[in-house]
């Protein structure tokens, strides 16, 4: 099927709420879905981990970093776009890093649930995950996982995770996520994050300890791997080279992972170029030191949006509380 080609089940149709997409080829063949709007902005998600590897703005900009070296190959990984992490982040738990989420093939719902409040977004795609015999012998638990990944009217990125317990057994069970996002930056020496000041994290380069935050903004000038905890719901990424400001905003997702593996780091990834961490950051919503427990039936939602303004000026500084706030 060519990229232009929408098939029936996708097509937007007036009497129905079904959303409007395209499923293409990507890399090596796996099939990715493709989301835009008549201005120019897209997203592009694949099937396999259900993983996020383009979002660019209605000028055509790349707002997310994938590396060049990225292996488009089943079990590996895709290296950047927006990885899900579940269900467990990182090391924290018994299981391969990060889970199994990103390194399954999912299936699209052509039948999705309406929205919790009526809208006329028809740009959305559900996807679904459910764990096979294979999954639940690295995790014994029956589950559903669903993710919408919607582009908002003025080229917003919205993700929403629902995780359901599904067993019959009458056993809860717990797990970690995380949506591993990495942004694309200009300069890495010229960003800075807003929002975090004064909190508490975890250093995963110190063994987990827990420090404070001491600085007004995060600045990079060296590795960072930080688990901050009891996060706002807002955090600003400001670029001074590109003038912009990336604005996460998250709900049931309480802390935020920052990541850049710097020089030596980068070197040793063999998906990831030698230079490549100068023009990433990972800002990654998440919920990682208490795990989320659901009972049979229950269900968990967490949701990120990721949206793009103008840097703002005040006396040569960049102003990130006029994004905070929303002024």
């Not at 359901?164 to 200009?186: C, E, I, L, Q």
């Not at 997702?253 to 990433?280: I, S």
């Not at 949701?303 to 994004?323: A, F, I, K, T």
Request: aromatic share 10%; proline share 7%.
């Amino acid at each position: 099927m060519s990229s232009t080609e929408i098939p029936a089940a996708a097509a937007e149709d007036a009497k129905t709420n079904a959303p409007a997409y395209q499923i293409t080829k990507g890399v090596n063949g796996l099939e990715k879905i493709i989301l835009g709007d008549i201005r120019g902005n897209s997203v592009e998600i694949y099937l396999y981990g259900a993983h996020i590897t383009s979002w660019k703005n209605e000028s055509r900009e790349e707002l997310l970093f994938v590396s060049n070296k990225a292996i488009f190959k089943p079990p590996k990984a895709i290296r950047g776009g927006i990885p899900l992490c579940f269900p467990q982040f990182s090391n924290y738990g018994p299981m391969e890093a990060h889970g199994f989420a990103r390194n399954r093939f999912w299936i699209i719902d052509p039948s999705p649930p309406p929205f919790a409040t009526p809208s006329t977004n028809k740009a959305f795609v559900d996807l679904l995950l459910k764990p096979s015999e294979a999954d639940l012998k690295l995790w014994p638990h029956s589950f559903e996982f669903r993710l919408r990944v919607t582009l908002g009217p003025s080229g917003d990125l919205m993700l929403t995770s629902r995780i359901r317990n599904t067993s019959t057994d009458g056993k809860p069970f717990s797990f970690t996520f995380a949506y591993h996002t990495y942004f694309s930056v200009s300069d890495i020496s010229e960003v800075r994050v807003e929002g975090l000041e004064t909190l508490d994290y975890l250093d995963n380069l110190k063994n987990k300890q827990r420090f404070t935050e001491q600085g007004d903004a995060i600045t990079f000038e060296d590795e960072i791997d930080r688990v901050y905890l009891s996060t706002p719901t807002k955090i600003a990424i400001l670029d001074h080279d590109k003038k912009r400001t990336f604005v996460i905003r998250k709900d049931g997702l309480p802390d935020a992972v920052v990541w850049n593996p710097w020089d030596k780091k980068a070197k040793a990834l063999p998906d990831f170029g030698d230079t490549e961490y100068r023009h990433m950051l990972c800002i990654e919503s998440a919920a990682i030191e208490k795990p989320i427990t659901l009972k049979p039936g229950e269900e968990w939602r967490g949701r990120q949006e990721l949206s793009v303004v103008p840097s703002s000026y005040c006396s040569g500084q960049l102003d990130p509380q006029r994004v905070l706030k929303g002024r």
